[in-house]
Structure formats: structure tokens, C-alpha cells
């Protein structure tokens, strides 16, 4: 690095910041689903993630070897090569743990936030820290509280450079997947039955209500939608660090900030914020300090409040007396 030019540094904090912001993104997704539906902050979604991410490492680690050994002895698929069957082999492991992730959320929404009787936003919020605590202290008691590394192949990306500047593959797969999202959720909320059903919900509940949308399945899906979400982001950090129960706190938190800066209602709004928040944190950090990159997250958070309390793309509307 130390032969590297200001430009070759500006490149690298630029890409490494839009893959982190890429994860923050998918974090803010969906939360800002969840919130726009229910008006419910929910403060467990890391741990929802983390939770699901340990599933998919329990399938990888413990089935998704002897799968794989069985597919090489059927005659048909051992033609097809080694790399072909593995990636199948994931496609179903991940396809299984968002299956999970999606009854998760659902059951959630379900057994703790729709039983509850006309809860105010603060006792939405005691729900959901509740729920944190209770996620957390399962996930220490099941999974213990070691520091995992995914297994093959969600680890060890190969490197690339452009020039003197690194890549990881990890980092283009974190973009890619967050580019794919972007589009099949412009698709679902612009021509699936449920997406528009979603979004009437999301403007005006009493409405949608009245035109005959079931609204707490509605809320039910979009606390499963959330999962998902987590889930994706809860594998893709656990493959760029380390697996364990406190992995998307900080995430979150920077996630949470995202939210806030692009508008607490606005799904692009989540997507930009988290970009931005990806971006400016690794310039701070490399200009400024390391040790401070998550304070620079509240730092966000209060000067979006201060400034822009809608964020950046919701229109700020003022009570007229």
C-alpha cells in the first residue's frame, strides 16, 4: 500500500465502501419494509439475520458434504462436474435457509407483535428489544459463542486486482446480489397481486383495508420479506468476517443509520442511504480514525435528525395550524 497513489486509495475505499454499503442496504431494506407496513421499528432484525445464518451454516456444514457425496456416485450428475453439483448443491442450502427465514419472520410478526392489544410505538419497540434479548440468549445457548468461519465455498473468495487495487470476489458477488435485489423488488411491488397489495398498504392501511386487502397477512409477508432480507445480509457478512451471535450489531446500527439518512418510509431512500453510509464510514475511518467509524454512524443519525428529520428522499411535510 504503500506504493499505492491517492487515486488507487480513493478507488479501493470507494469499492470496499459500496460493498459494505451494499450490506447495509439489505440490512435497511428490511427494516424499512417492516416500519413503512407496521410502523414497528423492529430492533431484533440482526439477530433474526444472525439466527438464520447459523442455519444456513448448520445445513452446509453438516448436509451439504454428504449431499454433495452422494450426487458423484449417481451416474447421471456425476457428469455434470464438481462445480456444477456444488453450486446446485448451495442454490438449495440458501434457497431452504430463506424458506426459513421467510416462516420465521411470519411466525414473529404472528406470535408477538399481532397478539399484542393497540400497543403505542413505544410498546412496539420494548416488544422488539424483547425479542432481541430472547433471540440473542437462544441463538448463545444453541450455537454457543465461538467465532465461525463459513464453510467452502463461502469462504476463501479468490482476489483480483485492477491495477494495484484489490477485489474480492466476495465484494463484486456482495454488489452483484444487491443489484439483483433492487430489480426483483421493483418487479414484485410493481406487478405481483401481493407487492401492490403491499403498497396500497403501505399508503393508506384503512383504505386498503376497505377495498378488501387482508392487512395483518400483509404484515405477516413483509415481516417475512424483512427476514429474508436479514438473512441475505446475515450470510454475506458472516462469508466477509467471521459467523457468530454479535456479527450484525454494528451492521445494524450503521444499517439503522442508512435508514434514517435516505427516509425511515422510502425504499430507495434505504438502498442510497446504505451506499452512502458504506462510503463515507471507510472514508472517515481511513482518514480520520479506525476506532471511530461506528460513532460516525450516530453522528449521522443526529445530523439527519437535525437537518432532514424525513432523510434525504421523503418529502418533509409541515402540519399547517
Known sequence: MNEWTAIDIIIYLFIQGMAIGSLY????LGLVLIYRTSDVLNFSHDKMGMISAFVAYLLMSDYMPRIIAWCREVPVLSSVGDGLITGLVLAAVLALTFCFAFFFGVLTEFLFLSRAKNPSHIGYIVITIGLWLAFDG???WIFGTEYLSMPA???DFPVYHVGKVPISQLDLIIFAATSVLIVVLFVFFQYSAVGIAMRATFENRTAARLMGIRTRRIFSITWGIGAVLGAMAGILTAARSDLSNTMLFAPFVK???????GGLTSIPGAIVGGWIMGVCENFFGWYISMKLKTTFAFLVILAVLLVRPSGLLVRHHQKKV
Do not use: D, E, H
Open 153 to 155: 465455498p463461502l469462504s
Open 25 to 28: 442496504a439489505m440490512i435497511a
Open 138 to 140: 437462544a441463538a448463545s
Open 255 to 261: 444499517s439503522f443509520s442508512a435508514a434514517v439518512l
